[in-house]
């Protein structure tokens, strides 16, 4: 340890590999002091301009805040506060382009200057030294200040280490071409600099401070020796002008010959670096009492007709500097963020400098020609003999470009630090870091993934585990209670499922039914956590389907609501014309009979065809046990509403029940209304036809055009179109749960319409849609996608609820006629239907 | 007028791949001077119709890979192999076989392989044995330098054998390899192996016309006008010291113990060092980025161990010269040697 | 008798090598991760049912028992090719076609159409929704592996899937990607 300082305080300096010697570009921008810019229009003050969280917001828009205020306040995790660079109103608080390779939007407080530039109260340390430890670092937190080298690495962090640190090595390389802005602030400021070294030294005590400064600066030199004059401890250190020198690792390297192991940072060896114009910032900061508002930006390129340095307040906008200093852009002018090795070029300049901006560079294209064609590698390891870290960059370029991020890692990718040196010397232009940066991005992504997914893992065992536990616990109950379901019961619910099965061996269509009384079952009984694969695969695949054009609809819905929001009753019709078409649509598959059956011309005619239904009814019962239905075409108006929402409760349950199938008992069910029970009996006939038609399903479909209104004829149109596209988009299955739940749809709408035309109560008729909605979903679900046959009873539902809602308008009017212009609506539908039927 | 975005780093050492090609091109130039000089302008001939090969080919291969042409043959590949091709075989080769070496080496050894940087092998070299291989008679039959022939012959007529066979005057390469003396000339590596072969010392051999100036009249001179490209490239900083240094270390250090060991039948450090291709291979065919090691203690290794084989089979082999053997053997041998000599990243193996 | 001798000889011989084979296999043993585990931790943890197994370990069981390898939408491609790496199987393209690189979605609720019935914290594979009876849902955006599990049992239908958004940290590099302005 004393040898090696020794051998430093000799003046030894080591050696790194690799590195490059682009030209220089500086002396354009050293010939003048650090300007200082007139006040801009507006500031725009991003939140975050460091490694570390946001800080947490204090201030508010349209409060006037004074220059130096805080704009937010630490609050854990590494983040340190932004204060207002000048005194004036803030205008805004919203998210704004950062500066940031990527531009993405950042949360930043736009301040108008007033103009006045009042400081507010500042609190300048008189006497560091009597200042504790945790004092200075809690000023240096306060004050905002954040590494001003590139990386932005809050310094609080750094100064309030616990580990000992044997050498403050500061950075006063500043490597890269054209940046001059360590190099002024040295020439103007070094008692400052040297100052804020001191502070440092009072917190961390090393043994020695080292700056490291390149040879090409020789007057930063020159005044940094002057200026440490007095202190023993603090050595100026001359390193040869290299290309990457001034990197981190680098320059640790350069003044100590010792290597930070990877994955590490430089305190674990006991090394601490800072920038130089960190170290002024936290003499300002300290001494002054003036947290971090601005910085020395070097603005430089040759589209800059006053190329130097100027303090620029934080947020000030890139545009206001370039203004400022005299730009004429050529075309495909990039601006740079940064050195024309590390920087990003801005996709804007209406982009805030934040605490790491040391540079903006408008360069033209004699000075920075602009990248040619990539071209094949040819293996010269011209880039390996660049590379700062003797990584092999053109193995890695291969393995990033074929994404083995495993050959990647092997190959210490993530040792490299995108120094650029590489791509500046690779003879066929290859963007090298390009590749690497997304290959970074990728791996990152891809281990964030792998966490995730081992989180995912962990919680999904415990809630599995958590499930058992209480099924367990269920079951331990239940065993308690004296077990009150008889064996019988078990068993008949046994046979039933068994019959099911044996069913569903013989017949497809039926299988989804029996999988999903089975699944229902075990889900009531709580018994299987899985359930079987291919039944839940096929029926996820219909739900999602399901969902989306549930959804689609929905838009469809809100569509039709905004042209005439107003108009309840087009919309109410609409939602008819809808069901119709959905209706026309199960038509096509149905055959004439049933077509015929179904619509009862008067009441007379309709009882006699209810018998005939009923009696089909209860063959088809016979036939097949477990059809699940229920419920009821009912003819009288208001009546049929009652019935309708009845008979949908049953087939609700119903279809819960499937498993139990007690169809018989749900005949009974409309006992009240002897007509609902007629209706009931066609609609299950009609089920059954459409039951048995269901696996040669083929839609094509129109509709009755409503009679009397022309909004109406609209909405229908777009529902028709709508109807025919999903058709063709269905599976067969899907369809007939999309179709339930359309016409459970409509049929909700029909109450939703009577309210608020009775109330007038929007908010009402809204609750009562989302009841509608939600019960339809609920129904649409239970019934799975077996239930042609519960699809078919909506639709006589459809059918129902329509009828009087086309009556209900023209309430003065006769029932007769509506019951006419059904009647063609349906004949013209047919016709349609079997006209769409030829063409396929 | 917008912003352009870009990705970092903005600059650019202007080096480029077409740029290095030439001054590899430029850098055979007095090498190729003193082929002239010594064995007559038909290496012209030969040289032109190598670039006009090449071009064809590689033209060719990229249309039916549909990738644009120019920008890959403008970066002057091809041309390099083709100029390096020329500069190996016998001047009066017939004009086929320079056609034959130079579609081998574009087509099947370039192109094939994936196109510039995909190449296993050094294309020109791998050319080389193909046709060594083939035609063993037209690849050895080299001329003895102008001064000994016993009719010079004039550019027209090397035109002539080159394309007919035979000069205006019916002579064929064979009668016109006759020395003045009578004796059918070869290469000095060529005539010392046989001598030594026949039992003679390497000293009776040297005794002969053929060595008259030193290490065989001409031979030294190429091998001289190559080392000056050489440093060139080296001065240029287009190629490392590591592979030149350690083959031509590894040959002297070799012939040298060979020296020593058996001074009757060797021909000693020098010889080695200024006959045949050595130069050549040293500073043109070994440096070949895309076929050599890739890092710095590989380049060592491999070039060393092209030294050690050129010099075993120049002394055991049945072959005259070895540059070309030696190089693909260590072309093939590429890819462990770098395995192995991965330099140490910046911060691991610390502690 | 020579003959027996010898066989008695390389007999004995084999029996010592094998004895002492057989210890080392006991004792020097290298417990390898089980081809389960292995392939579980391939998988991307969604737990979303979509290979038709309910949640990824009972896919990796059957993969390890020779199911399809291509069944995981979320994994997209590069799941399939460690698979097929793993597996040393040929890599497919996966089952169903679409989406060979998933976009990343989280659930969203749309909090005030929640009605607080529960079913999706229900229909959550890794307990990431947040809520109780009657109350507003809420969904853990860190925790949720975007499986949609929950979007379908929703009665009011408020559960969004939105793709996940693009931070800096997770941005890549897409520069060509970035809107440009005007300089003036």
Redesign the interface.
Known sequence: MEKLIDQIKQGKVWSIPGGIHPPGQKLQSTTQAIARLPLPDKLVVSLKQHIGANGKLIVEKGQQVLKGQALTKPSGNWSVPVHAPTSGLISDICPMP?A?????P?LSVIIEPDGEDNWCELNPVTDAKALSHDELVDVIHQSGIAGMGGAGFPTYVKADTRKAIEFLIVNAVECEPYITADDMLMREHADGIIAGIELMQQLLSPQLTIIGIEDNKPDAIAAMEQAAQHNDSIIVQTVPTVYPSGGEKQLIKLLTGKEVPSGSIPADIGMLVQNVGTLFAVNQAVHEGKPLIERVVTVTGNTIHKQGNVWALLGTEI?HLLDCQGFS?VPQ?R?VMGGPMMGF?L????IGVVKTTNCILAPDHQELAEPGDEKACIRCSACADACPASLLPQQLQWFAKSKEYDKLNEHNLFDCIECGACAYVCPSEIPLV?YY??AK??I??QQ???I??????E??????ERLEREQEERQNRHKRKPAAKSDGEKQKVADALARVKSKSDDKDSKSAVAAAIARAKAKKQGAE???D??E??KE?AA??E??RK??EQ?ALEQGEEGVDKDDKKSAVAAAIARAKAKKAAQAAEENTSAETDAAPKDDKKAAVAAAIARAKAKKAAQATEHQTEADSAPVDDKKAAVAAAIARAKAKKAAQAAENQTEAEEDSAPVDDKKAAVAAAIARAKAKKAAQAAENQTEAEEDSAPVDDKKVAVAAAIARAKAKKAAKEQAQSDDSSQQINDSNDEADAKPQSDVPESSEDKKKAAVAA?IA??KA??AA?EQAQSDDSSQQINDSNDEADAKPQSDKPESSEDKKKAAVARAIARAKAKKLQQEGNDKS | ???????SPHNHSHKSLSRLMMTVIAACIPGLIAQVFFFGSAVLIQLVLALITVSACEAAVLLLRKRKVWPTLGDGSAWLTGVLLALSIPPLAPWWIVVIGCMFAIVIVKQLYGGLGFNLFNPAMAAYVLLLVSFPVQMTSWLPVSDLLASPISFSQQLSVIFNGFTSAGFSVDQLRVAIDGTTMATPLDTVKTDVAHHLTVAESMSKPLFNDWFGLGWGWVNLGFLVGGLYLLKANIINWHIPVSFLASLAVCSGIGYIAAPGTEPGVVFHLFSGATMLGAFFIATDPVSASTTNRGRLIYGALIGLLVYLIRTFGGYPDAVAFSVLLLNMAVPLIDYYTKPRTYGHGVK | MTLFYALIALGSLALIFGLILGFAAVRFRVESNPIVDQI??I?????C??????????YAEAIANGDEINKCPPGGEATVKKLADLMGVEAKPLAGGEQADPVKTVAYIRED?C?GCTKCIQAC????IVGATRQMHTVLI??C?GC?LC???C???CIDMLPVK????????Q??A???????
């Open positions: 950062s940031h390779p990527s531009a993405l950042e545009k852009p002018q601006v070029t996709p804007t300049v209406r390009q940066r997304v991005a990728e990152k992504e964030a993934e792998q995730k997914a081992e989180r995912a893992k919680r999904f065992e415990a809630r599995k956590l899985e359930p694969n291919s839940v695969a996820r739900r999602k399901q969902a549930y959804k929905k989302a909605r939600a979903k609920k679900k | 007028m917008k912003l352009t975005m870009a990705s | 579980d931790t998988l991307p943890q969604t737990q049912g979509q290979c038709g197994y309910p949640g990824c370990r009972p159409e009605i594979p890794v307990d990431a860190d925790e592996t949609d979007v379908e049992p009665p009011v239908d693009e931070t800096k940290q997770t941005w890549k590099w520069l060509n970035i809107p440009v302005t005007q300089v003036d």
